[in-house]
């Protein structure tokens, strides 16, 4: 075990390297399944005085602050913090100078996280943590000053200096310094971390007594948190992964592992009657946890209630938003509240014909954006625009073959199209075929969401002489008496069918709509399906229709022939 305590300057930190450090592979064989968010740790803040209640190492307004610096540098690798309690105080002069012998007692079940006035034995230290101890302890004016507080719970968490041990009071120690020449020696040597670069130093670039590499090859990273230099701001991936995986496998942190920062994961509106969607709870598994669901409003459980996920669907109708709640052995309650009078219905329409002629050009899509669907929990930050061809039918290019491209993609993705919007351009091409074009949501924690689904057939006009508006239909009576409709269709006269495609061979993506002929559906101005059907005639009956008297209604016709229509209907 080594201290270190080369450099006077508020980066100095009294870290004590201890046997039970592990290495990353001991607990990678640990980590979970890639549906686990994060990871969930109990905090408690400690204010030590002296002995009659005065000198306070901090004044305790500044806790939100580190609380949130703490955040901001964990949350990224999917460690949150729940504080336990707001703070206690210490009365110990002792301690509050850090004088040997004087260590309170640990709050159980959390990592305590001291705040002292000095360090008396070595005033440069700014704070000091061992894994295993469930404690960092940290000088009051360095609180918030340049990640100090992250670097100890750094080292709480198994993670150690960038520079492990590099230098000595009697020079350079290549026994454990990281090779720059030998990146195998990554995880024996250094913090044994590999993607955190080779450092030299516990003196700002000053220790190169006896280095037998020479400091011009070495190329630290300078903003890492566990390192000596001056504006630290991150962890790299690979301490985060280091983390993530003693939380998961090391025992001495399996008390301070908590429930309370979890969320209920899942869709945050359900549109469509008799969709079954998966949520779940985003911590992960702590020992054998219980669960149970429970939802309200229209909302139904599908299968078992007491799995870490849940099945839900929609009945109808839908009168008010529900919500999804578990709790988490018998005490803990996580509630998401699910947004089922949808605006637009299960898929947003994107401003797409169902057919569009070759050499069309570019043509703008726009997903329309129902304010009252976001989830302020975990809001949408962008939108992925997809364009999927038949794979099992591939198409021969050349060099006046153009395939649909998004304007604005990247050379090697042309069909896929990420934005902070919600908009995109497509070019359709010049290629006879049929492409679904896809957009998700992507929230800010990373769930995504198909949010819209639409055909497109891209063809030569004279093959296809149906256009989407010739599509013309007759709904009587209107206001509607009774829940009953009758509709006629009326479909331009053609000579030949109104479809370039042989409906004898195989079909793509539209082949559903291809080989029925009129599909009606009806929603309400909320956006709720109340009525799907296919008739294979163009004269039809809709019967037992339940409509509000006095309500609008929307009525969707697509027809075989590549034709859409809708009309709005009031009911009696």
């Known amino acids: 075990m080594f201290i270190c305590l080369a450099r006077l300057n508020a980066q100095e930190c009294g870290f004590v390297d201890t046997e039970n450090y592990q290495t990353y592979d001991q607990y990678h064989f640990n980590r979970s399944s890639a549906n686990v968010d994060i990871h969930c740790i109990n905090v408690c803040f400690r204010i030590v005085r002296d002995n009659n209640g005065t000198n306070a190492a901090i004044n305790p307004n500044i806790i939100p602050q580190v609380l949130s610096e703490m955040s901001s540098k964990f949350n990224p690798h999917g460690i949150y913090f729940n504080q336990v309690g707001t703070f206690d105080y210490i009365n110990s002069t002792n301690y509050n100078n850090y004088l040997q012998g004087s260590s309170p007692a640990n709050i159980p079940n959390c990592l305590n996280i001291y705040f002292i006035k000095n360090f008396n034995h070595n005033p440069s230290l700014g704070g000091i943590a061992t894994f295993g101890t469930l404690r960092a302890t940290i000088k009051g004016i360095h609180a918030t000053n340049d990640c100090t507080v992250s670097h100890e719970v750094g080292h709480a968490l198994n993670l150690r200096h960038t520079f492990r041990c590099t230098s000595t009071a009697n020079g350079f120690n290549a026994s454990c310094a990281e090779n720059p020449f030998n990146s195998v020696e990554c995880d024996i040597r250094g913090d044994l971390v590999c993607d955190t670069p080779a450092d030299y130093t516990t003196m700002g670039g000053n220790s190169n007594v006896n280095n037998p590499y020479g400091l011009n090859n070495y190329n630290p990273d300078k903003k890492n948190i566990m390192s000596y230099w001056i504006g630290k701001q991150h962890f790299s991936p690979g301490q985060g992964e280091r983390m993530f995986s003693t939380i998961i496998g090391a025992p001495e942190l399996q008390s301070i592992r908590s429930y309370n920062c979890a969320n209920v994961v899942g869709p945050s509106k359900i549109c469509r009657s008799g969709r079954v969607d998966t949520y779940r709870v985003s911590v992960a598994p702590i020992g054998t946890p219980t669960y149970n669901w429970s939802v309200s409003g229209c909302l139904q459980i599908i299968g078992s209630s007491t799995n870490s996920s849940v099945n839900i669907t929609r009945t109808l109708p839908s009168t008010s938003n529900s919500t999804v709640s578990v709790t988490i052995n018998g005490s803990i309650i996580k509630t998401k509240t699910i947004r089922t ?55 021969a290019l050349n060099s006046e073959n153009i395939k649909p491209y998004f304007v604005g993609s990247l050379p090697s993705e042309k069909n896929i199209f990420t934005s902070s919007t919600n908009q995109a351009i497509v070019n359709w091409g010049n290629i006879s075929k049929s492409y679904l074009i896809t957009c998700h949501e992507i929230t800010q924690s990373g769930e995504k969401y198909l949010i819209s689904e639409n055909y497109v057939d891209v063809g030569d006009p004279k093959n296809n002489p149906c256009f989407k508006n010739n599509i013309q239909s007759i709904i009587a009576p209107n206001p509607v008496r009774n829940g009953l409709i009758n509709v006629v269709v009326q479909k331009p006269e053609n000579t030949s069918p109104c479809n370039y495609k042989d409906l004898e061979q195989p079909q793509f993506f539209n082949s559903e709509l291809d080989k029925v002929n009129n599909s009606i559906t009806i929603f309400d101005y909320q956006g709720n399906e109340i009525y799907r059907n296919v008739f294979e005639t163009n004269e039809f009956t809709i019967e037992n229709v339940n409509l509000i008297s006095g309500n609008n209604y929307v009525v969707n016709l697509f027809t075989n022939e590549g034709g859409f229509n809708q009309q709005v209907i009031i009911a009696e």
């Not at 329309?368 to 939108?383: A, G, I, M, S, T």
């Open 341 to 395: 009078r949808c605006l637009f219905g299960i898929f947003r329409m994107a401003g797409l014909y169902d057919w569009v002629s070759k050499d069309y050009g570019d043509m703008g899509l726009i997903i329309p954006v129902d304010p009252e669907d976001e989830d302020l929990d975990d809001p949408v930050v962008k939108y992925m625009w997809e364009i999927h061809e038949q794979e099992s039918e591939p198409t």
